[in-house]
């Protein structure tokens, strides 16, 4: 597994590839800051995509059910196995870190 930082200016190109590999997969987001502590803000929701939006200076990380909007995000790395992302941390603008985890759901015979 490799980390890396992203450099701002590939955000963009970057999460709209992403995205499209990370259909079917699942999400769970964890929120940690100094006035929070730890809270979990999704838990292994289905993932519908995520972006970058250059114009509003927002990460947007959509599931079923929850759009969760990462506001002047200062830094972004990512834990990836080959092209397979597995992870980011994101810290947003009041330094809160958000911890983005991804894992492809069991698929269960059908009984």
Do not use: C, N
Not at 22 to 45: N, P
Not at 57 to 71: C, F
Not at 74 to 97: K, N, P, Q, Y
Not at 98 to 110: D, E, N, R, V
Request: charged content about 25%; proline content about 5%.
């Amino acid at each position: 597994m490799t980390t890396t930082r992203l450099d701002r200016t590939v955000w963009q190109p970057y999460f709209d590839h992403v995205s499209k590999m990370l259909q079917g997969k699942r999400v769970e987001i964890e929120v940690d800051s100094l006035q929070l502590g730890s809270q979990l803000a999704a838990e292994w929701l289905p993932l519908f995509g995520i972006t970058y939006d250059k114009k509003d200076d927002l990460i947007a990380i959509m599931a079923e059910g929850l759009d969760h909007m990462i506001r002047q995000p200062r830094d972004v790395f990512i834990d990836a196995e080959g092209s397979e992302l597995l992870s980011m941390e994101v810290t947003d603008g009041d330094g809160a870190s958000q911890i983005i985890k991804f894992k492809t759901p069991l698929l269960l015979p059908a009984a």
